[in-house]
């Protein structure tokens, strides 16, 4: 059974840098072809792409965002990491961890609950 | 970046009628779309993958269809569980996008 779970600081002041943990179990970011993607709902818009992280430590981010963001992994305790640097209100929002699998017809069929990260001076 | 156009943004219907979600992609993609349903407080449900592919669990009144670059999701009985946020995804290259959403209630 595969689950994920979002863990963050909640609250941060514009500029600092945002800090995400996705704990998860049911599969290994070991196993050939299994990934980590990072997906947000910011305040008053839809859900936005922000980056991947694979189990050959690839990644992929969403040009947009792309100097702002870091993803890593910590294989051996089923953990995935999203840093975003210097953030700002646009950055307010639910961010969630999904579970992807290279070259699979299924993008993002597991998903975390989520978690609110509120960016307020 | 590939652009994901949804029609309407949102929509009213009656439970039992049949409701069509529009999404038009900007250039090919092939059968790489997929849909969500997102409803507050929950993460998005995934509904259709690889275009027509009806996701595990998902209510066989869902289906999705593809007519050159216009992909739609059909409700063939609304009920009221289906009020949401509806969502497409393209994954055929990055950076993934998604569609800005179609917004269903029900009258």
């Known amino acids: 059974q595969v689950s994920l779970k979002e863990s963050g600081p909640g609250i941060l002041q514009p500029f600092q840098t945002l800090s995400l943990t996705c704990s998860f179990s049911g599969f290994s970011l070991g196993t050939s072809n299994m990934g980590v993607g990072w997906i947000r709902q910011t305040s008053g818009k839809g859900l936005e792409y922000l980056a991947t992280?694979?189990?050959?430590?690839?990644?992929y981010f969403n040009p947009s965002l792309n100097s702002r963001l870091t993803v890593s992994k910590d294989t051996s305790n089923n953990q995935a990491f999203l840093k975003i640097t210097s953030v700002d209100t646009a950055d307010t929002g639910t961010y969630y961890c999904t579970q992807t699998v290279y070259g699979g017809y299924r993008p993002f069929d597991y998903w975390g609950q989520g978690v609110m990260v509120t960016v307020s001076s | 970046d590939i652009q994901l156009t949804q029609s309407p943004s949102s929509m009213s219907a009656s439970l039992g009628d049949r409701v069509s979600l529009t999404c038009q992609s900007s250039?090919?993609?092939?059968?790489?779309l997929s849909w969500y349903q997102h409803k507050p407080g929950k993460p998005p449900k995934p509904m259709i993958y690889y275009a027509t592919n009806l996701a595990d669990g998902v209510p066989s009144r869902f289906s999705g269809s593809r007519s050159g670059s216009d992909y739609s999701l059909t409700i063939s009985s609304l009920e009221s569980e289906d009020t949401a946020i509806y969502y497409c995804l393209q994954y055929d290259e990055y950076p993934l996008t998604f569609g800005s959403g179609t917004k269903l209630e029900i009258k």
């Open positions: 992280i694979w189990w050959d430590d690839d990644k």
């Open positions: 250039q090919g993609i092939g059968n790489y």
